[in-house]
């Protein structure tokens, strides 16, 4: 029963990732007009889709709609991510059944087996949303700083600020940006600069990306030299990611026990031990 459960899901996949293949490509004005009109306050979702909102609470959804902020994910509503969750759910319910249907276990065991698949299967769509938080921030690091030294480099050449963020766009990839650009095509729209950038600070959530945003806002108000701000900026970030990884380099002795002391050491009880066990058996 093995063999015809592995070529359906093998033919399930195979179908998938055809019917993915045949969807057309948006054209880039398509793809940046819709990801502007989907970062609106509300989503506009039908009524069976709005139903899966019932999952969370409000405090739960407005939690919810923030990480989806911050992850990008920005024409994902509350209510499709609970659909999510609510189909990885049923598949590992699934995949339990089917597992329990072909080696016959225990009711006991069968039942937590696939109450553990389900649960798995739910968690699936919140941890992938974690991900994309964490890889969509670590890449905000990464690029802060050459973006910073562009921007008070070109300011300093005798640009504007928003010439300035434009021409360092590409010392930006990413999720800064991104999230840059849309910031510009609010501007172009006619919103103020400081309400867009602080808006993209709003769905990055990144501390030293606002610390930038608040220091350009307020350096405009004062009258002080943007160029200086921004380069003392971009050393404080340069300093954060050393320390970062400073830290991170701390916990690797930390993070090594557990592998050493599952594959280094047995080796090592083998290698010192194993040539006198022979030998006691041998004589013996």
Not at 174 to 188: C, D, P, Q, V
Request: glycine share 8%; charged share 20%; with cysteine.
């Amino acid at each position: 029963m093995i063999l015809p459960l592995v070529i359906t899901l093998l033919g399930g996949i195979a179908v998938f990732l055809f019917a993915i293949s045949l969807v057309p490509s948006k054209s880039p004005v398509a793809r940046a007009l819709e990801e502007l009109s989907s970062r609106g306050a509300s989503m506009r979702d039908p009524e069976s889709v709005r139903k899966f909102e019932a999952m969370f609470s409000k405090e739960r959804r407005g939690r919810l709609e923030r990480k989806l902020l911050e992850a990008g994910w920005y024409t994902v509503s509350p209510a499709r991510m609970g659909m999510r969750i609510a189909g990885g759910g049923g598949a590992g319910i699934c995949a339990g059944l089917a597992l329990v249907a072909v080696a016959h276990p225990r009711f006991a065991l069968g039942a937590a087996l696939v109450a553990l698949l389900g649960l798995a299967g739910a968690y699936l769509p919140l941890s992938s949303l974690d991900r994309a938080i964490e890889k969509r921030k670590k890449q905000v690091q990464r690029a802060l700083p050459d973006f910073l030294d562009m921007v008070a480099t070109t300011v300093q050449a005798g640009l504007s600020v928003n010439a300035a963020l434009a021409y360092a766009i590409d010392a930006a990839p990413g999720a800064l940006g991104e999230e840059i650009r849309s910031a510009l095509a609010e501007i172009r729209l006619g919103r103020a600069r400081a309400d867009a950038l602080k808006a993209a600070a709003d769905r990055l959530q990144h501390q030293q990306f606002s610390t930038t945003v608040t220091a350009i806002v307020q350096a405009e108000r004062l009258g002080t030299n943007i160029s200086k701000v921004l380069g003392e900026l971009a050393e404080d970030v340069r300093n954060h990611r050393i320390m970062l990884v400073e830290e991170h380099a701390a916990k690797l002795p930390v993070k090594m026990i557990f592998p050493l002391a599952s594959f280094l050491l047995p080796a090592l009880f083998v290698v010192i031990f194993g040539a006198l066990a022979a030998n006691y058996f041998s004589t013996h």
